[in-house]
């Protein structure tokens, strides 16, 4: 940009003229930039109307918290747990994302911190120091596993494929030197031909190797919500729950359609050698509203079983 000679005027009106230029072209500039940047409060797709804590589970007992995220919880950016193969600066990464089907197919894979290396230290949580959940995305075939770790930090475990599809992973996770619990998504696909299973009506009752479970409870988009199971069996309440992994059940949820997660954990932990039930109870935040399928599982004589149930969540 050249200053022209304005009439009447001297070197120093010519230069005043050239300051009042460019004030102007940077305010312009400064208006443009700034209708144009997104405002700190704003938050990507439905999460703000979640809310960022709304898929908060309940460690120990209810409302407490503390440095503990808790499996299933929302990050700090408020996105929810499951949905993303990278968080806090840590990922997920299989071997091998294209599996063949079977009953027993090794699967394997890294967890890597925010420079790339392969993580080998890692915190225990609920007795191992990593969950991994598997579930095909029309929501059949879960389950859950715990791989071993090798020196250099690769996780190993066979999962039961024999229905081919796609298939999320979840590797539940404290990293020692994050501190804190992620949950690292992230897809698998089995070679063969796809054939989807629907899903199973909303429903409070289901039988698992002849064990009868019933839900109570009404949950409600955003709002915390206590979720009751009993366990019987021939009529009569089962009453010798074992501990498993700490707890007498283990909630995990996963909403139809993305596959957001959740994984609760009971409000009273158990203790070796003693027994619980009938009843087990969770305290936990749908984080909107929509379709839920509900895995349970739960100990009796040594065998965990898994009692699973379709919801549907209303608004609060």
């Known amino acids: 940009m050249s200053a022209r000679r304005l009439p009447g005027g001297g070197t120093a009106a010519r230069l005043t003229a050239f300051v009042a230029v460019l004030l102007a072209a940077f305010g312009s500039a400064w208006a443009v930039g700034a209708a144009a940047e997104p405002s700190s409060t704003s938050s990507g797709r439905d999460d703000e109307a979640m809310g960022s804590h709304g898929a908060r589970s309940v460690h120990g007992g209810p409302g407490e918290q503390g440095g503990d995220r808790g499996h299933g919880t929302a990050t700090d950016d408020g996105a929810l747990p499951g949905l993303a193969s990278t968080v806090d600066g840590y990922s997920i990464e299989p071997v091998s994302a294209t599996l063949p ?36 995305r029309d929501l059949s075939g879960f ?35 994050l501190g804190h619990n992620v949950v690292l998504g992230t897809d698998l696909d089995v070679a063969g031909d796809y054939a989807p299973v629907e899903l199973p009506a909303p429903a409070t009752t289901t039988t698992v190797d002849g064990s009868e479970v019933t839900l109570a409870g009404h949950p409600e988009a955003g709002a ?7 366990v019987s069996r021939d009529g009569r309440p089962v009453d010798d729950l074992q501990p498993y992994l700490g707890a007498y059940g283990h909630l995990v949820t996963i909403r139809d359609g993305d596959l957001a997660y959740l994984h609760t954990h009971p409000a009273d932990e158990a203790r070796d050698g003693e027994t619980g039930g009938p009843d087990i109870e969770f305290m936990t935040t749908f984080p909107s509203p929509g379709t839920y399928r509900l895995f349970l599982d739960f100990q009796v004589r040594g065998e965990v079983r898994t009692a699973e149930l379709t919801v549907e969540v209303g608004r609060h």
């Open 101 to 136: 089907a079977g009953d027993r197919v090794p699967f394997a894979f890294r967890v890597t911190d925010p420079a790339g290396h392969p993580v080998t230290s890692y915190t225990e949580a609920h007795e191992k120091e990593l969950h991994l959940i598997v579930v095909r």
């Open 143 to 177: 389950q859950h596993v715990h791989p071993e770790l090798s020196a250099d930090g690769t996780w190993t475990v066979d999962l039961a494929l024999a229905r081919a599809g796609s298939y999320r992973a979840y590797a539940d996770v404290v990293p020692t030197d």
């Open 224 to 230: 915390e919500t206590r979720l009751s199971y009993t």
